[in-house]
């Protein structure tokens, strides 16, 4: 996989995340173009599209769009396969997914992501495994939040 982007209904791009190293300018581009051929098919169409030099594989959750570029030689059905276990992986940590859930929580959809996908392929494909190393991570999170919090010096008492 080169490269995954979530983008609403409006065009509005909600997580990215590039395996090949390309510049920002670049990355704009891609992104508004896919965005607009996206957005631009009817709904009865094929998920599956030739773009350049890659394939374009997408689908559209509620009013999100999960779109990813795969090289030539690539399987479309296990890139839809991926997109599907990626949004079930989220309908499982935040119960019942929506849009928000991904703008207010960003990070942990990109961690999500990145605990399931590893330089574009699929490095773990057991939900529960995936799921459970994400509830470990929040375990360690809560436990240093806690432990910085008690460490907070008092303040100085100026007599």
Known sequence: MQFMLLFSRQGKLRLQKWYVPLSD???KKITRELVQTVLARKP???SFLEWRDLKIVYKRYASLYFCCA???QDNELIT???IHRYVELLDKYFGS???LDIIFNFEKAY???DEFLLGGEAQETSKKNVLKAIEQ???LQEYINDK???SVLPPLCLQ
């Open 44 to 46: 009865k169409m094929c």
């Open 70 to 72: 795969i090289e030539d």
């Open 148 to 150: 910085l919090s008690r």
């Open 80 to 82: 839809l396969e991926i």
């Open 111 to 113: 961690f999500i992501l």
């Open 137 to 139: 991570a929040d375990l």
């Open 97 to 99: 997914v929506c849009e």
């Open 25 to 27: 300018k670049e990355k």
